[in-house]
């Protein structure tokens, strides 16, 4: 019998019903369904309740019922185990997510038929140390962020790779990303795009005072260290976006490739420049309506 296990975003519309479906379906097909404790209580649904960690590295598979934003919260927490994971759209189109909400339960049985295949994304892991101690460390999908507050002014960032020293970026901050997360904030802030299989790293500044400062391609086992010199203003470290470290004058960011793969499933192939395509029109066709 297969455990899937269900990740949830409760705030999207009729997911309560929907999850409900959900669990009806893979109990009619001798699969345990499994949902996290606080998802399980505000459902009404305790029966399903399984302590967080145990969900994202004891189940067979994950299936995330959200976004994006959704199924990177859960890579982070998957990867490690090497849980593989079924996104699951419920809102725009998104990179991440595999099938729409629509075809939730021909995935499924495809799924548990083992009709699909695996692709792994490369991972970041970053290090936060003070004074030689390490006193922060966290992983990502698409990027790790060094940027200034709201209040700060320009920040100053002694960049290294493979500890020769690059160059000391003025800047509002500086994006390490992957492949994966060429799509999102490096995108924004001038970086290239790079196809998901690639294996390497972005280094791309934000708003650069400078005219020289352009976006770096390095190698995927490259390390890249970051010095913060500034010392005025709030600076934080991001991690995808969603995790947050308050990072301290003199500290230095280490960023390598993880140890271990973001594992994706793969029901179809899709073409990364068609989904390119889908989003970048989506997006000119959202501007024009404002």
């Not at 909400?101 to 021909?106: A, D």
């Not at 100053?156 to 901050?173: C, H, K, R, S």
């Not at 790293?201 to 400078?210: A, F, G, K, R, Y």
Request: contains cysteine; charged residues 20%; aromatic residues 8%.
């Amino acid at each position: 019998m297969k455990t899937i296990g269900l990740v949830v975003n409760i705030e999207k519309k009729k997911i309560g019903e929907l999850v409900r479906q959900t669990i009806s379906w893979l109990e009619s097909h001798n699969c345990r369904p499994a949902l996290a404790e606080v998802t399980a209580q505000a459902l009404g649904l305790p029966e399903f309740s399984w302590d967080q960690q145990k969900l994202v590295t004891n189940t067979d598979y994950l299936v995330v019922l959200g976004g994006d934003g959704t199924l990177l919260s859960i890579a982070r927490q998957a990867a490690p185990g090497g849980v593989p994971i079924l996104g699951v759209n419920m809102g725009h189109l998104g990179f991440l997510t595999e099938v729409d909400v629509s075809e939730l339960f021909s995935a499924l049985e495809r799924l548990i038929k083992g009709e699909y295949m695996i692709e792994e994304r490369m991972m970041l892991e970053a290090g936060v140390y003070r004074q030689n101690l390490l006193v922060e460390q966290s992983i990502a999908l698409n990027d790790v962020v060094i940027t200034k507050g709201a209040l700060a002014r320009l920040i100053f960032l002694e960049t290294y790779v493979d500890q020769e020293y690059v160059t000391t970026y003025p800047a509002d901050g500086l994006i390490v990303a992957t492949p994966t997360g060429s799509t999102a904030y490096s995108l924004s802030a001038g970086g290239p795009l790079v196809t998901p299989k690639m294996e390497l790293m972005l280094v791309t500044p934000i708003c650069p005072h400078s005219l020289w400062a352009r976006p770096l391609v390095i190698g995927a086992d490259s390390q890249v260290k970051v010095e913060v010199l500034s010392g005025q203003g709030e600076i934080m470290l991001t991690m995808d976006g969603q995790y947050g470290f308050k990072l301290q004058p003199k500290d230095n960011v280490i960023v390598n490739k993880a140890p271990f793969w973001a594992k994706f499933i793969c029901l179809q192939e899709r073409s990364f420049f068609y989904l390119l395509r889908q989003k970048l029109n989506e997006g000119e066709r959202n501007n024009t309506r404002m």
